[in-house]
């Protein structure tokens, strides 16, 4: 019988390098579903999510041609915890049941040359994911190397990468779910280093 193929959570803050770890992964072999991707597909025009929010929040969240405008629903939400929870609670199951299915059908017919799995979610323990995963991975960096590679990467101030930081989950919280803490705060070759070894030792185990 085949080997049951490993499903990792990948989560971190603003700056973080989750995404870079994440191309590490998939470039050993690893299968990523991208939280950011699915909620994409269940925003689409003539979805379930795409009605209740238009429900929910009006047609002024909606561009001309009838897609989402997520900036300015983000404006509508983000100053208004009642109006976040709301919007969270049309699409984090919807997420959640997307990802799962895409999880099945991987497990159900792996592609040739796939190691496991990867789940790569900003909000996967906010969100309440976590049950989708068999292990949680947490990228972390210190605070100055995250307001210098997100100063870098976007026009963004370093006070309001500091607000964005603020409104995130804790990192200390965070670490508390973790199988696994990846430190980035070195070069890519010391990250690439332990993305390597943990990785070899979870798929070959």
């Known amino acids: 019988m085949a080997k049951r193929l490993p499903v990792i959570g990948l989560t971190g803050g603003i700056g973080s390098g989750k995404s870079t770890v994440s191309q590490l ?17 269940i925003y689409q025009p003539g979805t379930e999510a ?3 929010i238009v429900q929910a929040f009006g047609r002024e969240v909606l561009n001309p041609d009838g897609t989402i405008n997520r900036a300015r629903l983000g404006e509508k939400v983000f100053s208004d915890p009642q109006a976040l929870a709301r919007l969270n609670a049309i699409t984090h199951p919807r997420i959640y049941a997307a990802i799962e299915e895409q999880i099945r059908a991987i497990r159900a017919d792996p592609p040739p ?10 909000l996967l323990i906010e969100a309440g994911w976590t049950p989708l995963v068999d292990q949680i991975w947490v990228v972390v960096a210190s605070e100055e190397k995250v307001i210098e ?13 500091q607000r964005r930081i603020a409104a995130q989950l804790d990192s200390a919280e965070r670490q508390r779910y973790a199988d696994l803490v990846l430190v980035n705060d070195g070069s ?12 070899t030792a979870l798929t070959q185990a």
């Open 149 to 161: 590679r997100v100063m870098q990467q976007r026009s963004l101030s370093r006070e309001e990468i």
């Open 188 to 199: 890519l070759e010391e990250l690439k280093a332990t993305v390597e070894k943990h990785w």
């Open 25 to 41: 992964l998939a470039e050993r072999g690893a299968r990523i579903i991208n939280a950011d991707t699915v909620g994409h597909q």
């Open 50 to 52: 795409w009605q209740e």
């Open 113 to 122: 040359g796939i190691r496991g799995i990867v789940v790569e979610a900003a």
